[in-house]
Protein backbone atom coordinates (compact mmCIF):
# COMPACT_ATOMS: atom_id res chain seq x y z
CA UNK A 1 0.00 0.00 0.00
CA UNK A 2 1.33 3.73 -1.15
CA UNK A 3 2.08 6.19 1.92
CA UNK A 4 1.60 9.40 0.91
CA UNK A 5 2.46 12.71 3.62
CA UNK A 6 1.29 16.30 2.62
CA UNK A 7 3.20 18.38 5.41
CA UNK A 8 5.37 21.76 5.92
CA UNK A 9 8.88 21.82 7.24
CA UNK A 10 8.09 24.18 9.99
CA UNK A 11 4.59 22.54 11.51
CA UNK A 12 5.03 20.65 15.00
CA UNK A 13 2.16 18.23 14.44
CA UNK A 14 3.64 17.36 10.97
CA UNK A 15 7.39 16.63 12.47
CA UNK A 16 5.72 14.36 14.90
CA UNK A 17 4.01 12.51 12.14
CA UNK A 18 7.27 12.47 10.02
CA UNK A 19 8.96 11.18 13.38
CA UNK A 20 6.59 8.58 14.21
CA UNK A 21 7.00 7.13 10.73
CA UNK A 22 10.72 7.10 11.00
CA UNK A 23 10.32 4.97 14.38
CA UNK A 24 8.20 2.42 12.55
CA UNK A 25 10.58 2.20 9.57
CA UNK A 26 7.39 2.96 7.20
CA UNK A 27 8.64 4.39 3.64
CA UNK A 28 6.10 6.95 2.42
CA UNK A 29 6.10 9.51 -0.25
CA UNK A 30 7.21 12.62 0.81
CA UNK A 31 5.14 16.01 -0.40
CA UNK A 32 6.10 19.26 0.81
CA UNK A 33 3.11 21.81 0.22
CA UNK A 34 3.41 25.44 0.17
CA UNK A 35 3.17 27.39 3.58
CA UNK A 36 0.37 29.62 2.46
CA UNK A 37 -2.68 27.28 3.05
CA UNK A 38 -4.80 29.00 -0.15
CA UNK A 39 -1.90 27.74 -2.65
CA UNK A 40 -2.04 23.98 -1.34
CA UNK A 41 -4.54 22.38 -4.10
CA UNK A 42 -2.78 19.14 -3.93
CA UNK A 43 -3.70 19.11 -0.35
CA UNK A 44 -7.47 19.70 -0.90
CA UNK A 45 -7.73 17.98 -3.40
CA UNK A 46 -6.70 14.68 -1.41
CA UNK A 47 -8.62 15.79 1.92
CA UNK A 48 -11.26 18.55 0.67
CA UNK A 49 -9.58 20.93 3.04
CA UNK A 50 -6.36 23.11 3.25
CA UNK A 51 -4.58 22.00 6.82
CA UNK A 52 -1.51 19.79 7.23
CA UNK A 53 -0.70 17.06 8.02
CA UNK A 54 -2.46 14.71 5.66
CA UNK A 55 -1.49 11.33 5.58
CA UNK A 56 -3.06 9.11 2.44
CA UNK A 57 -2.52 5.64 3.03
CA UNK A 58 -4.15 3.41 0.12
CA UNK A 59 -7.94 4.74 0.08
CA UNK A 60 -7.52 5.92 3.50
CA UNK A 61 -7.46 10.17 3.65
CA UNK A 62 -6.33 11.20 7.83
CA UNK A 63 -6.33 15.07 8.33
CA UNK A 64 -6.07 14.91 12.30
CA UNK A 65 -2.25 14.47 13.57
CA UNK A 66 -3.76 11.77 16.70
CA UNK A 67 -5.94 9.84 13.83
CA UNK A 68 -2.85 9.55 11.54
CA UNK A 69 -0.69 7.94 14.86
CA UNK A 70 -3.50 5.42 15.86
CA UNK A 71 -3.55 4.22 12.12
CA UNK A 72 -0.15 4.45 11.94
CA UNK A 73 0.43 2.33 15.02
CA UNK A 74 -2.84 0.05 14.39
CA UNK A 75 -1.29 -0.51 10.72
CA UNK A 76 2.21 -0.65 11.32
CA UNK A 77 3.30 -0.75 14.74
CA UNK A 78 5.16 -4.59 14.69
CA UNK A 79 5.44 -4.92 18.60
CA UNK A 80 1.52 -4.61 18.99
CA UNK A 81 0.75 -7.68 16.49
Not at 17 to 30: G, K, Q
Not at 36 to 49: E, I, K, L, N, W
Request: aromatic share 10%.
Amino acid sequence: MAVTLYHVQWCPDCEVVRNRLSELNVSYEDIVVPDFRPMRAVVYDVSGQYYVPVLKDGDTVLTETDDILAHLDQHYDKADQ
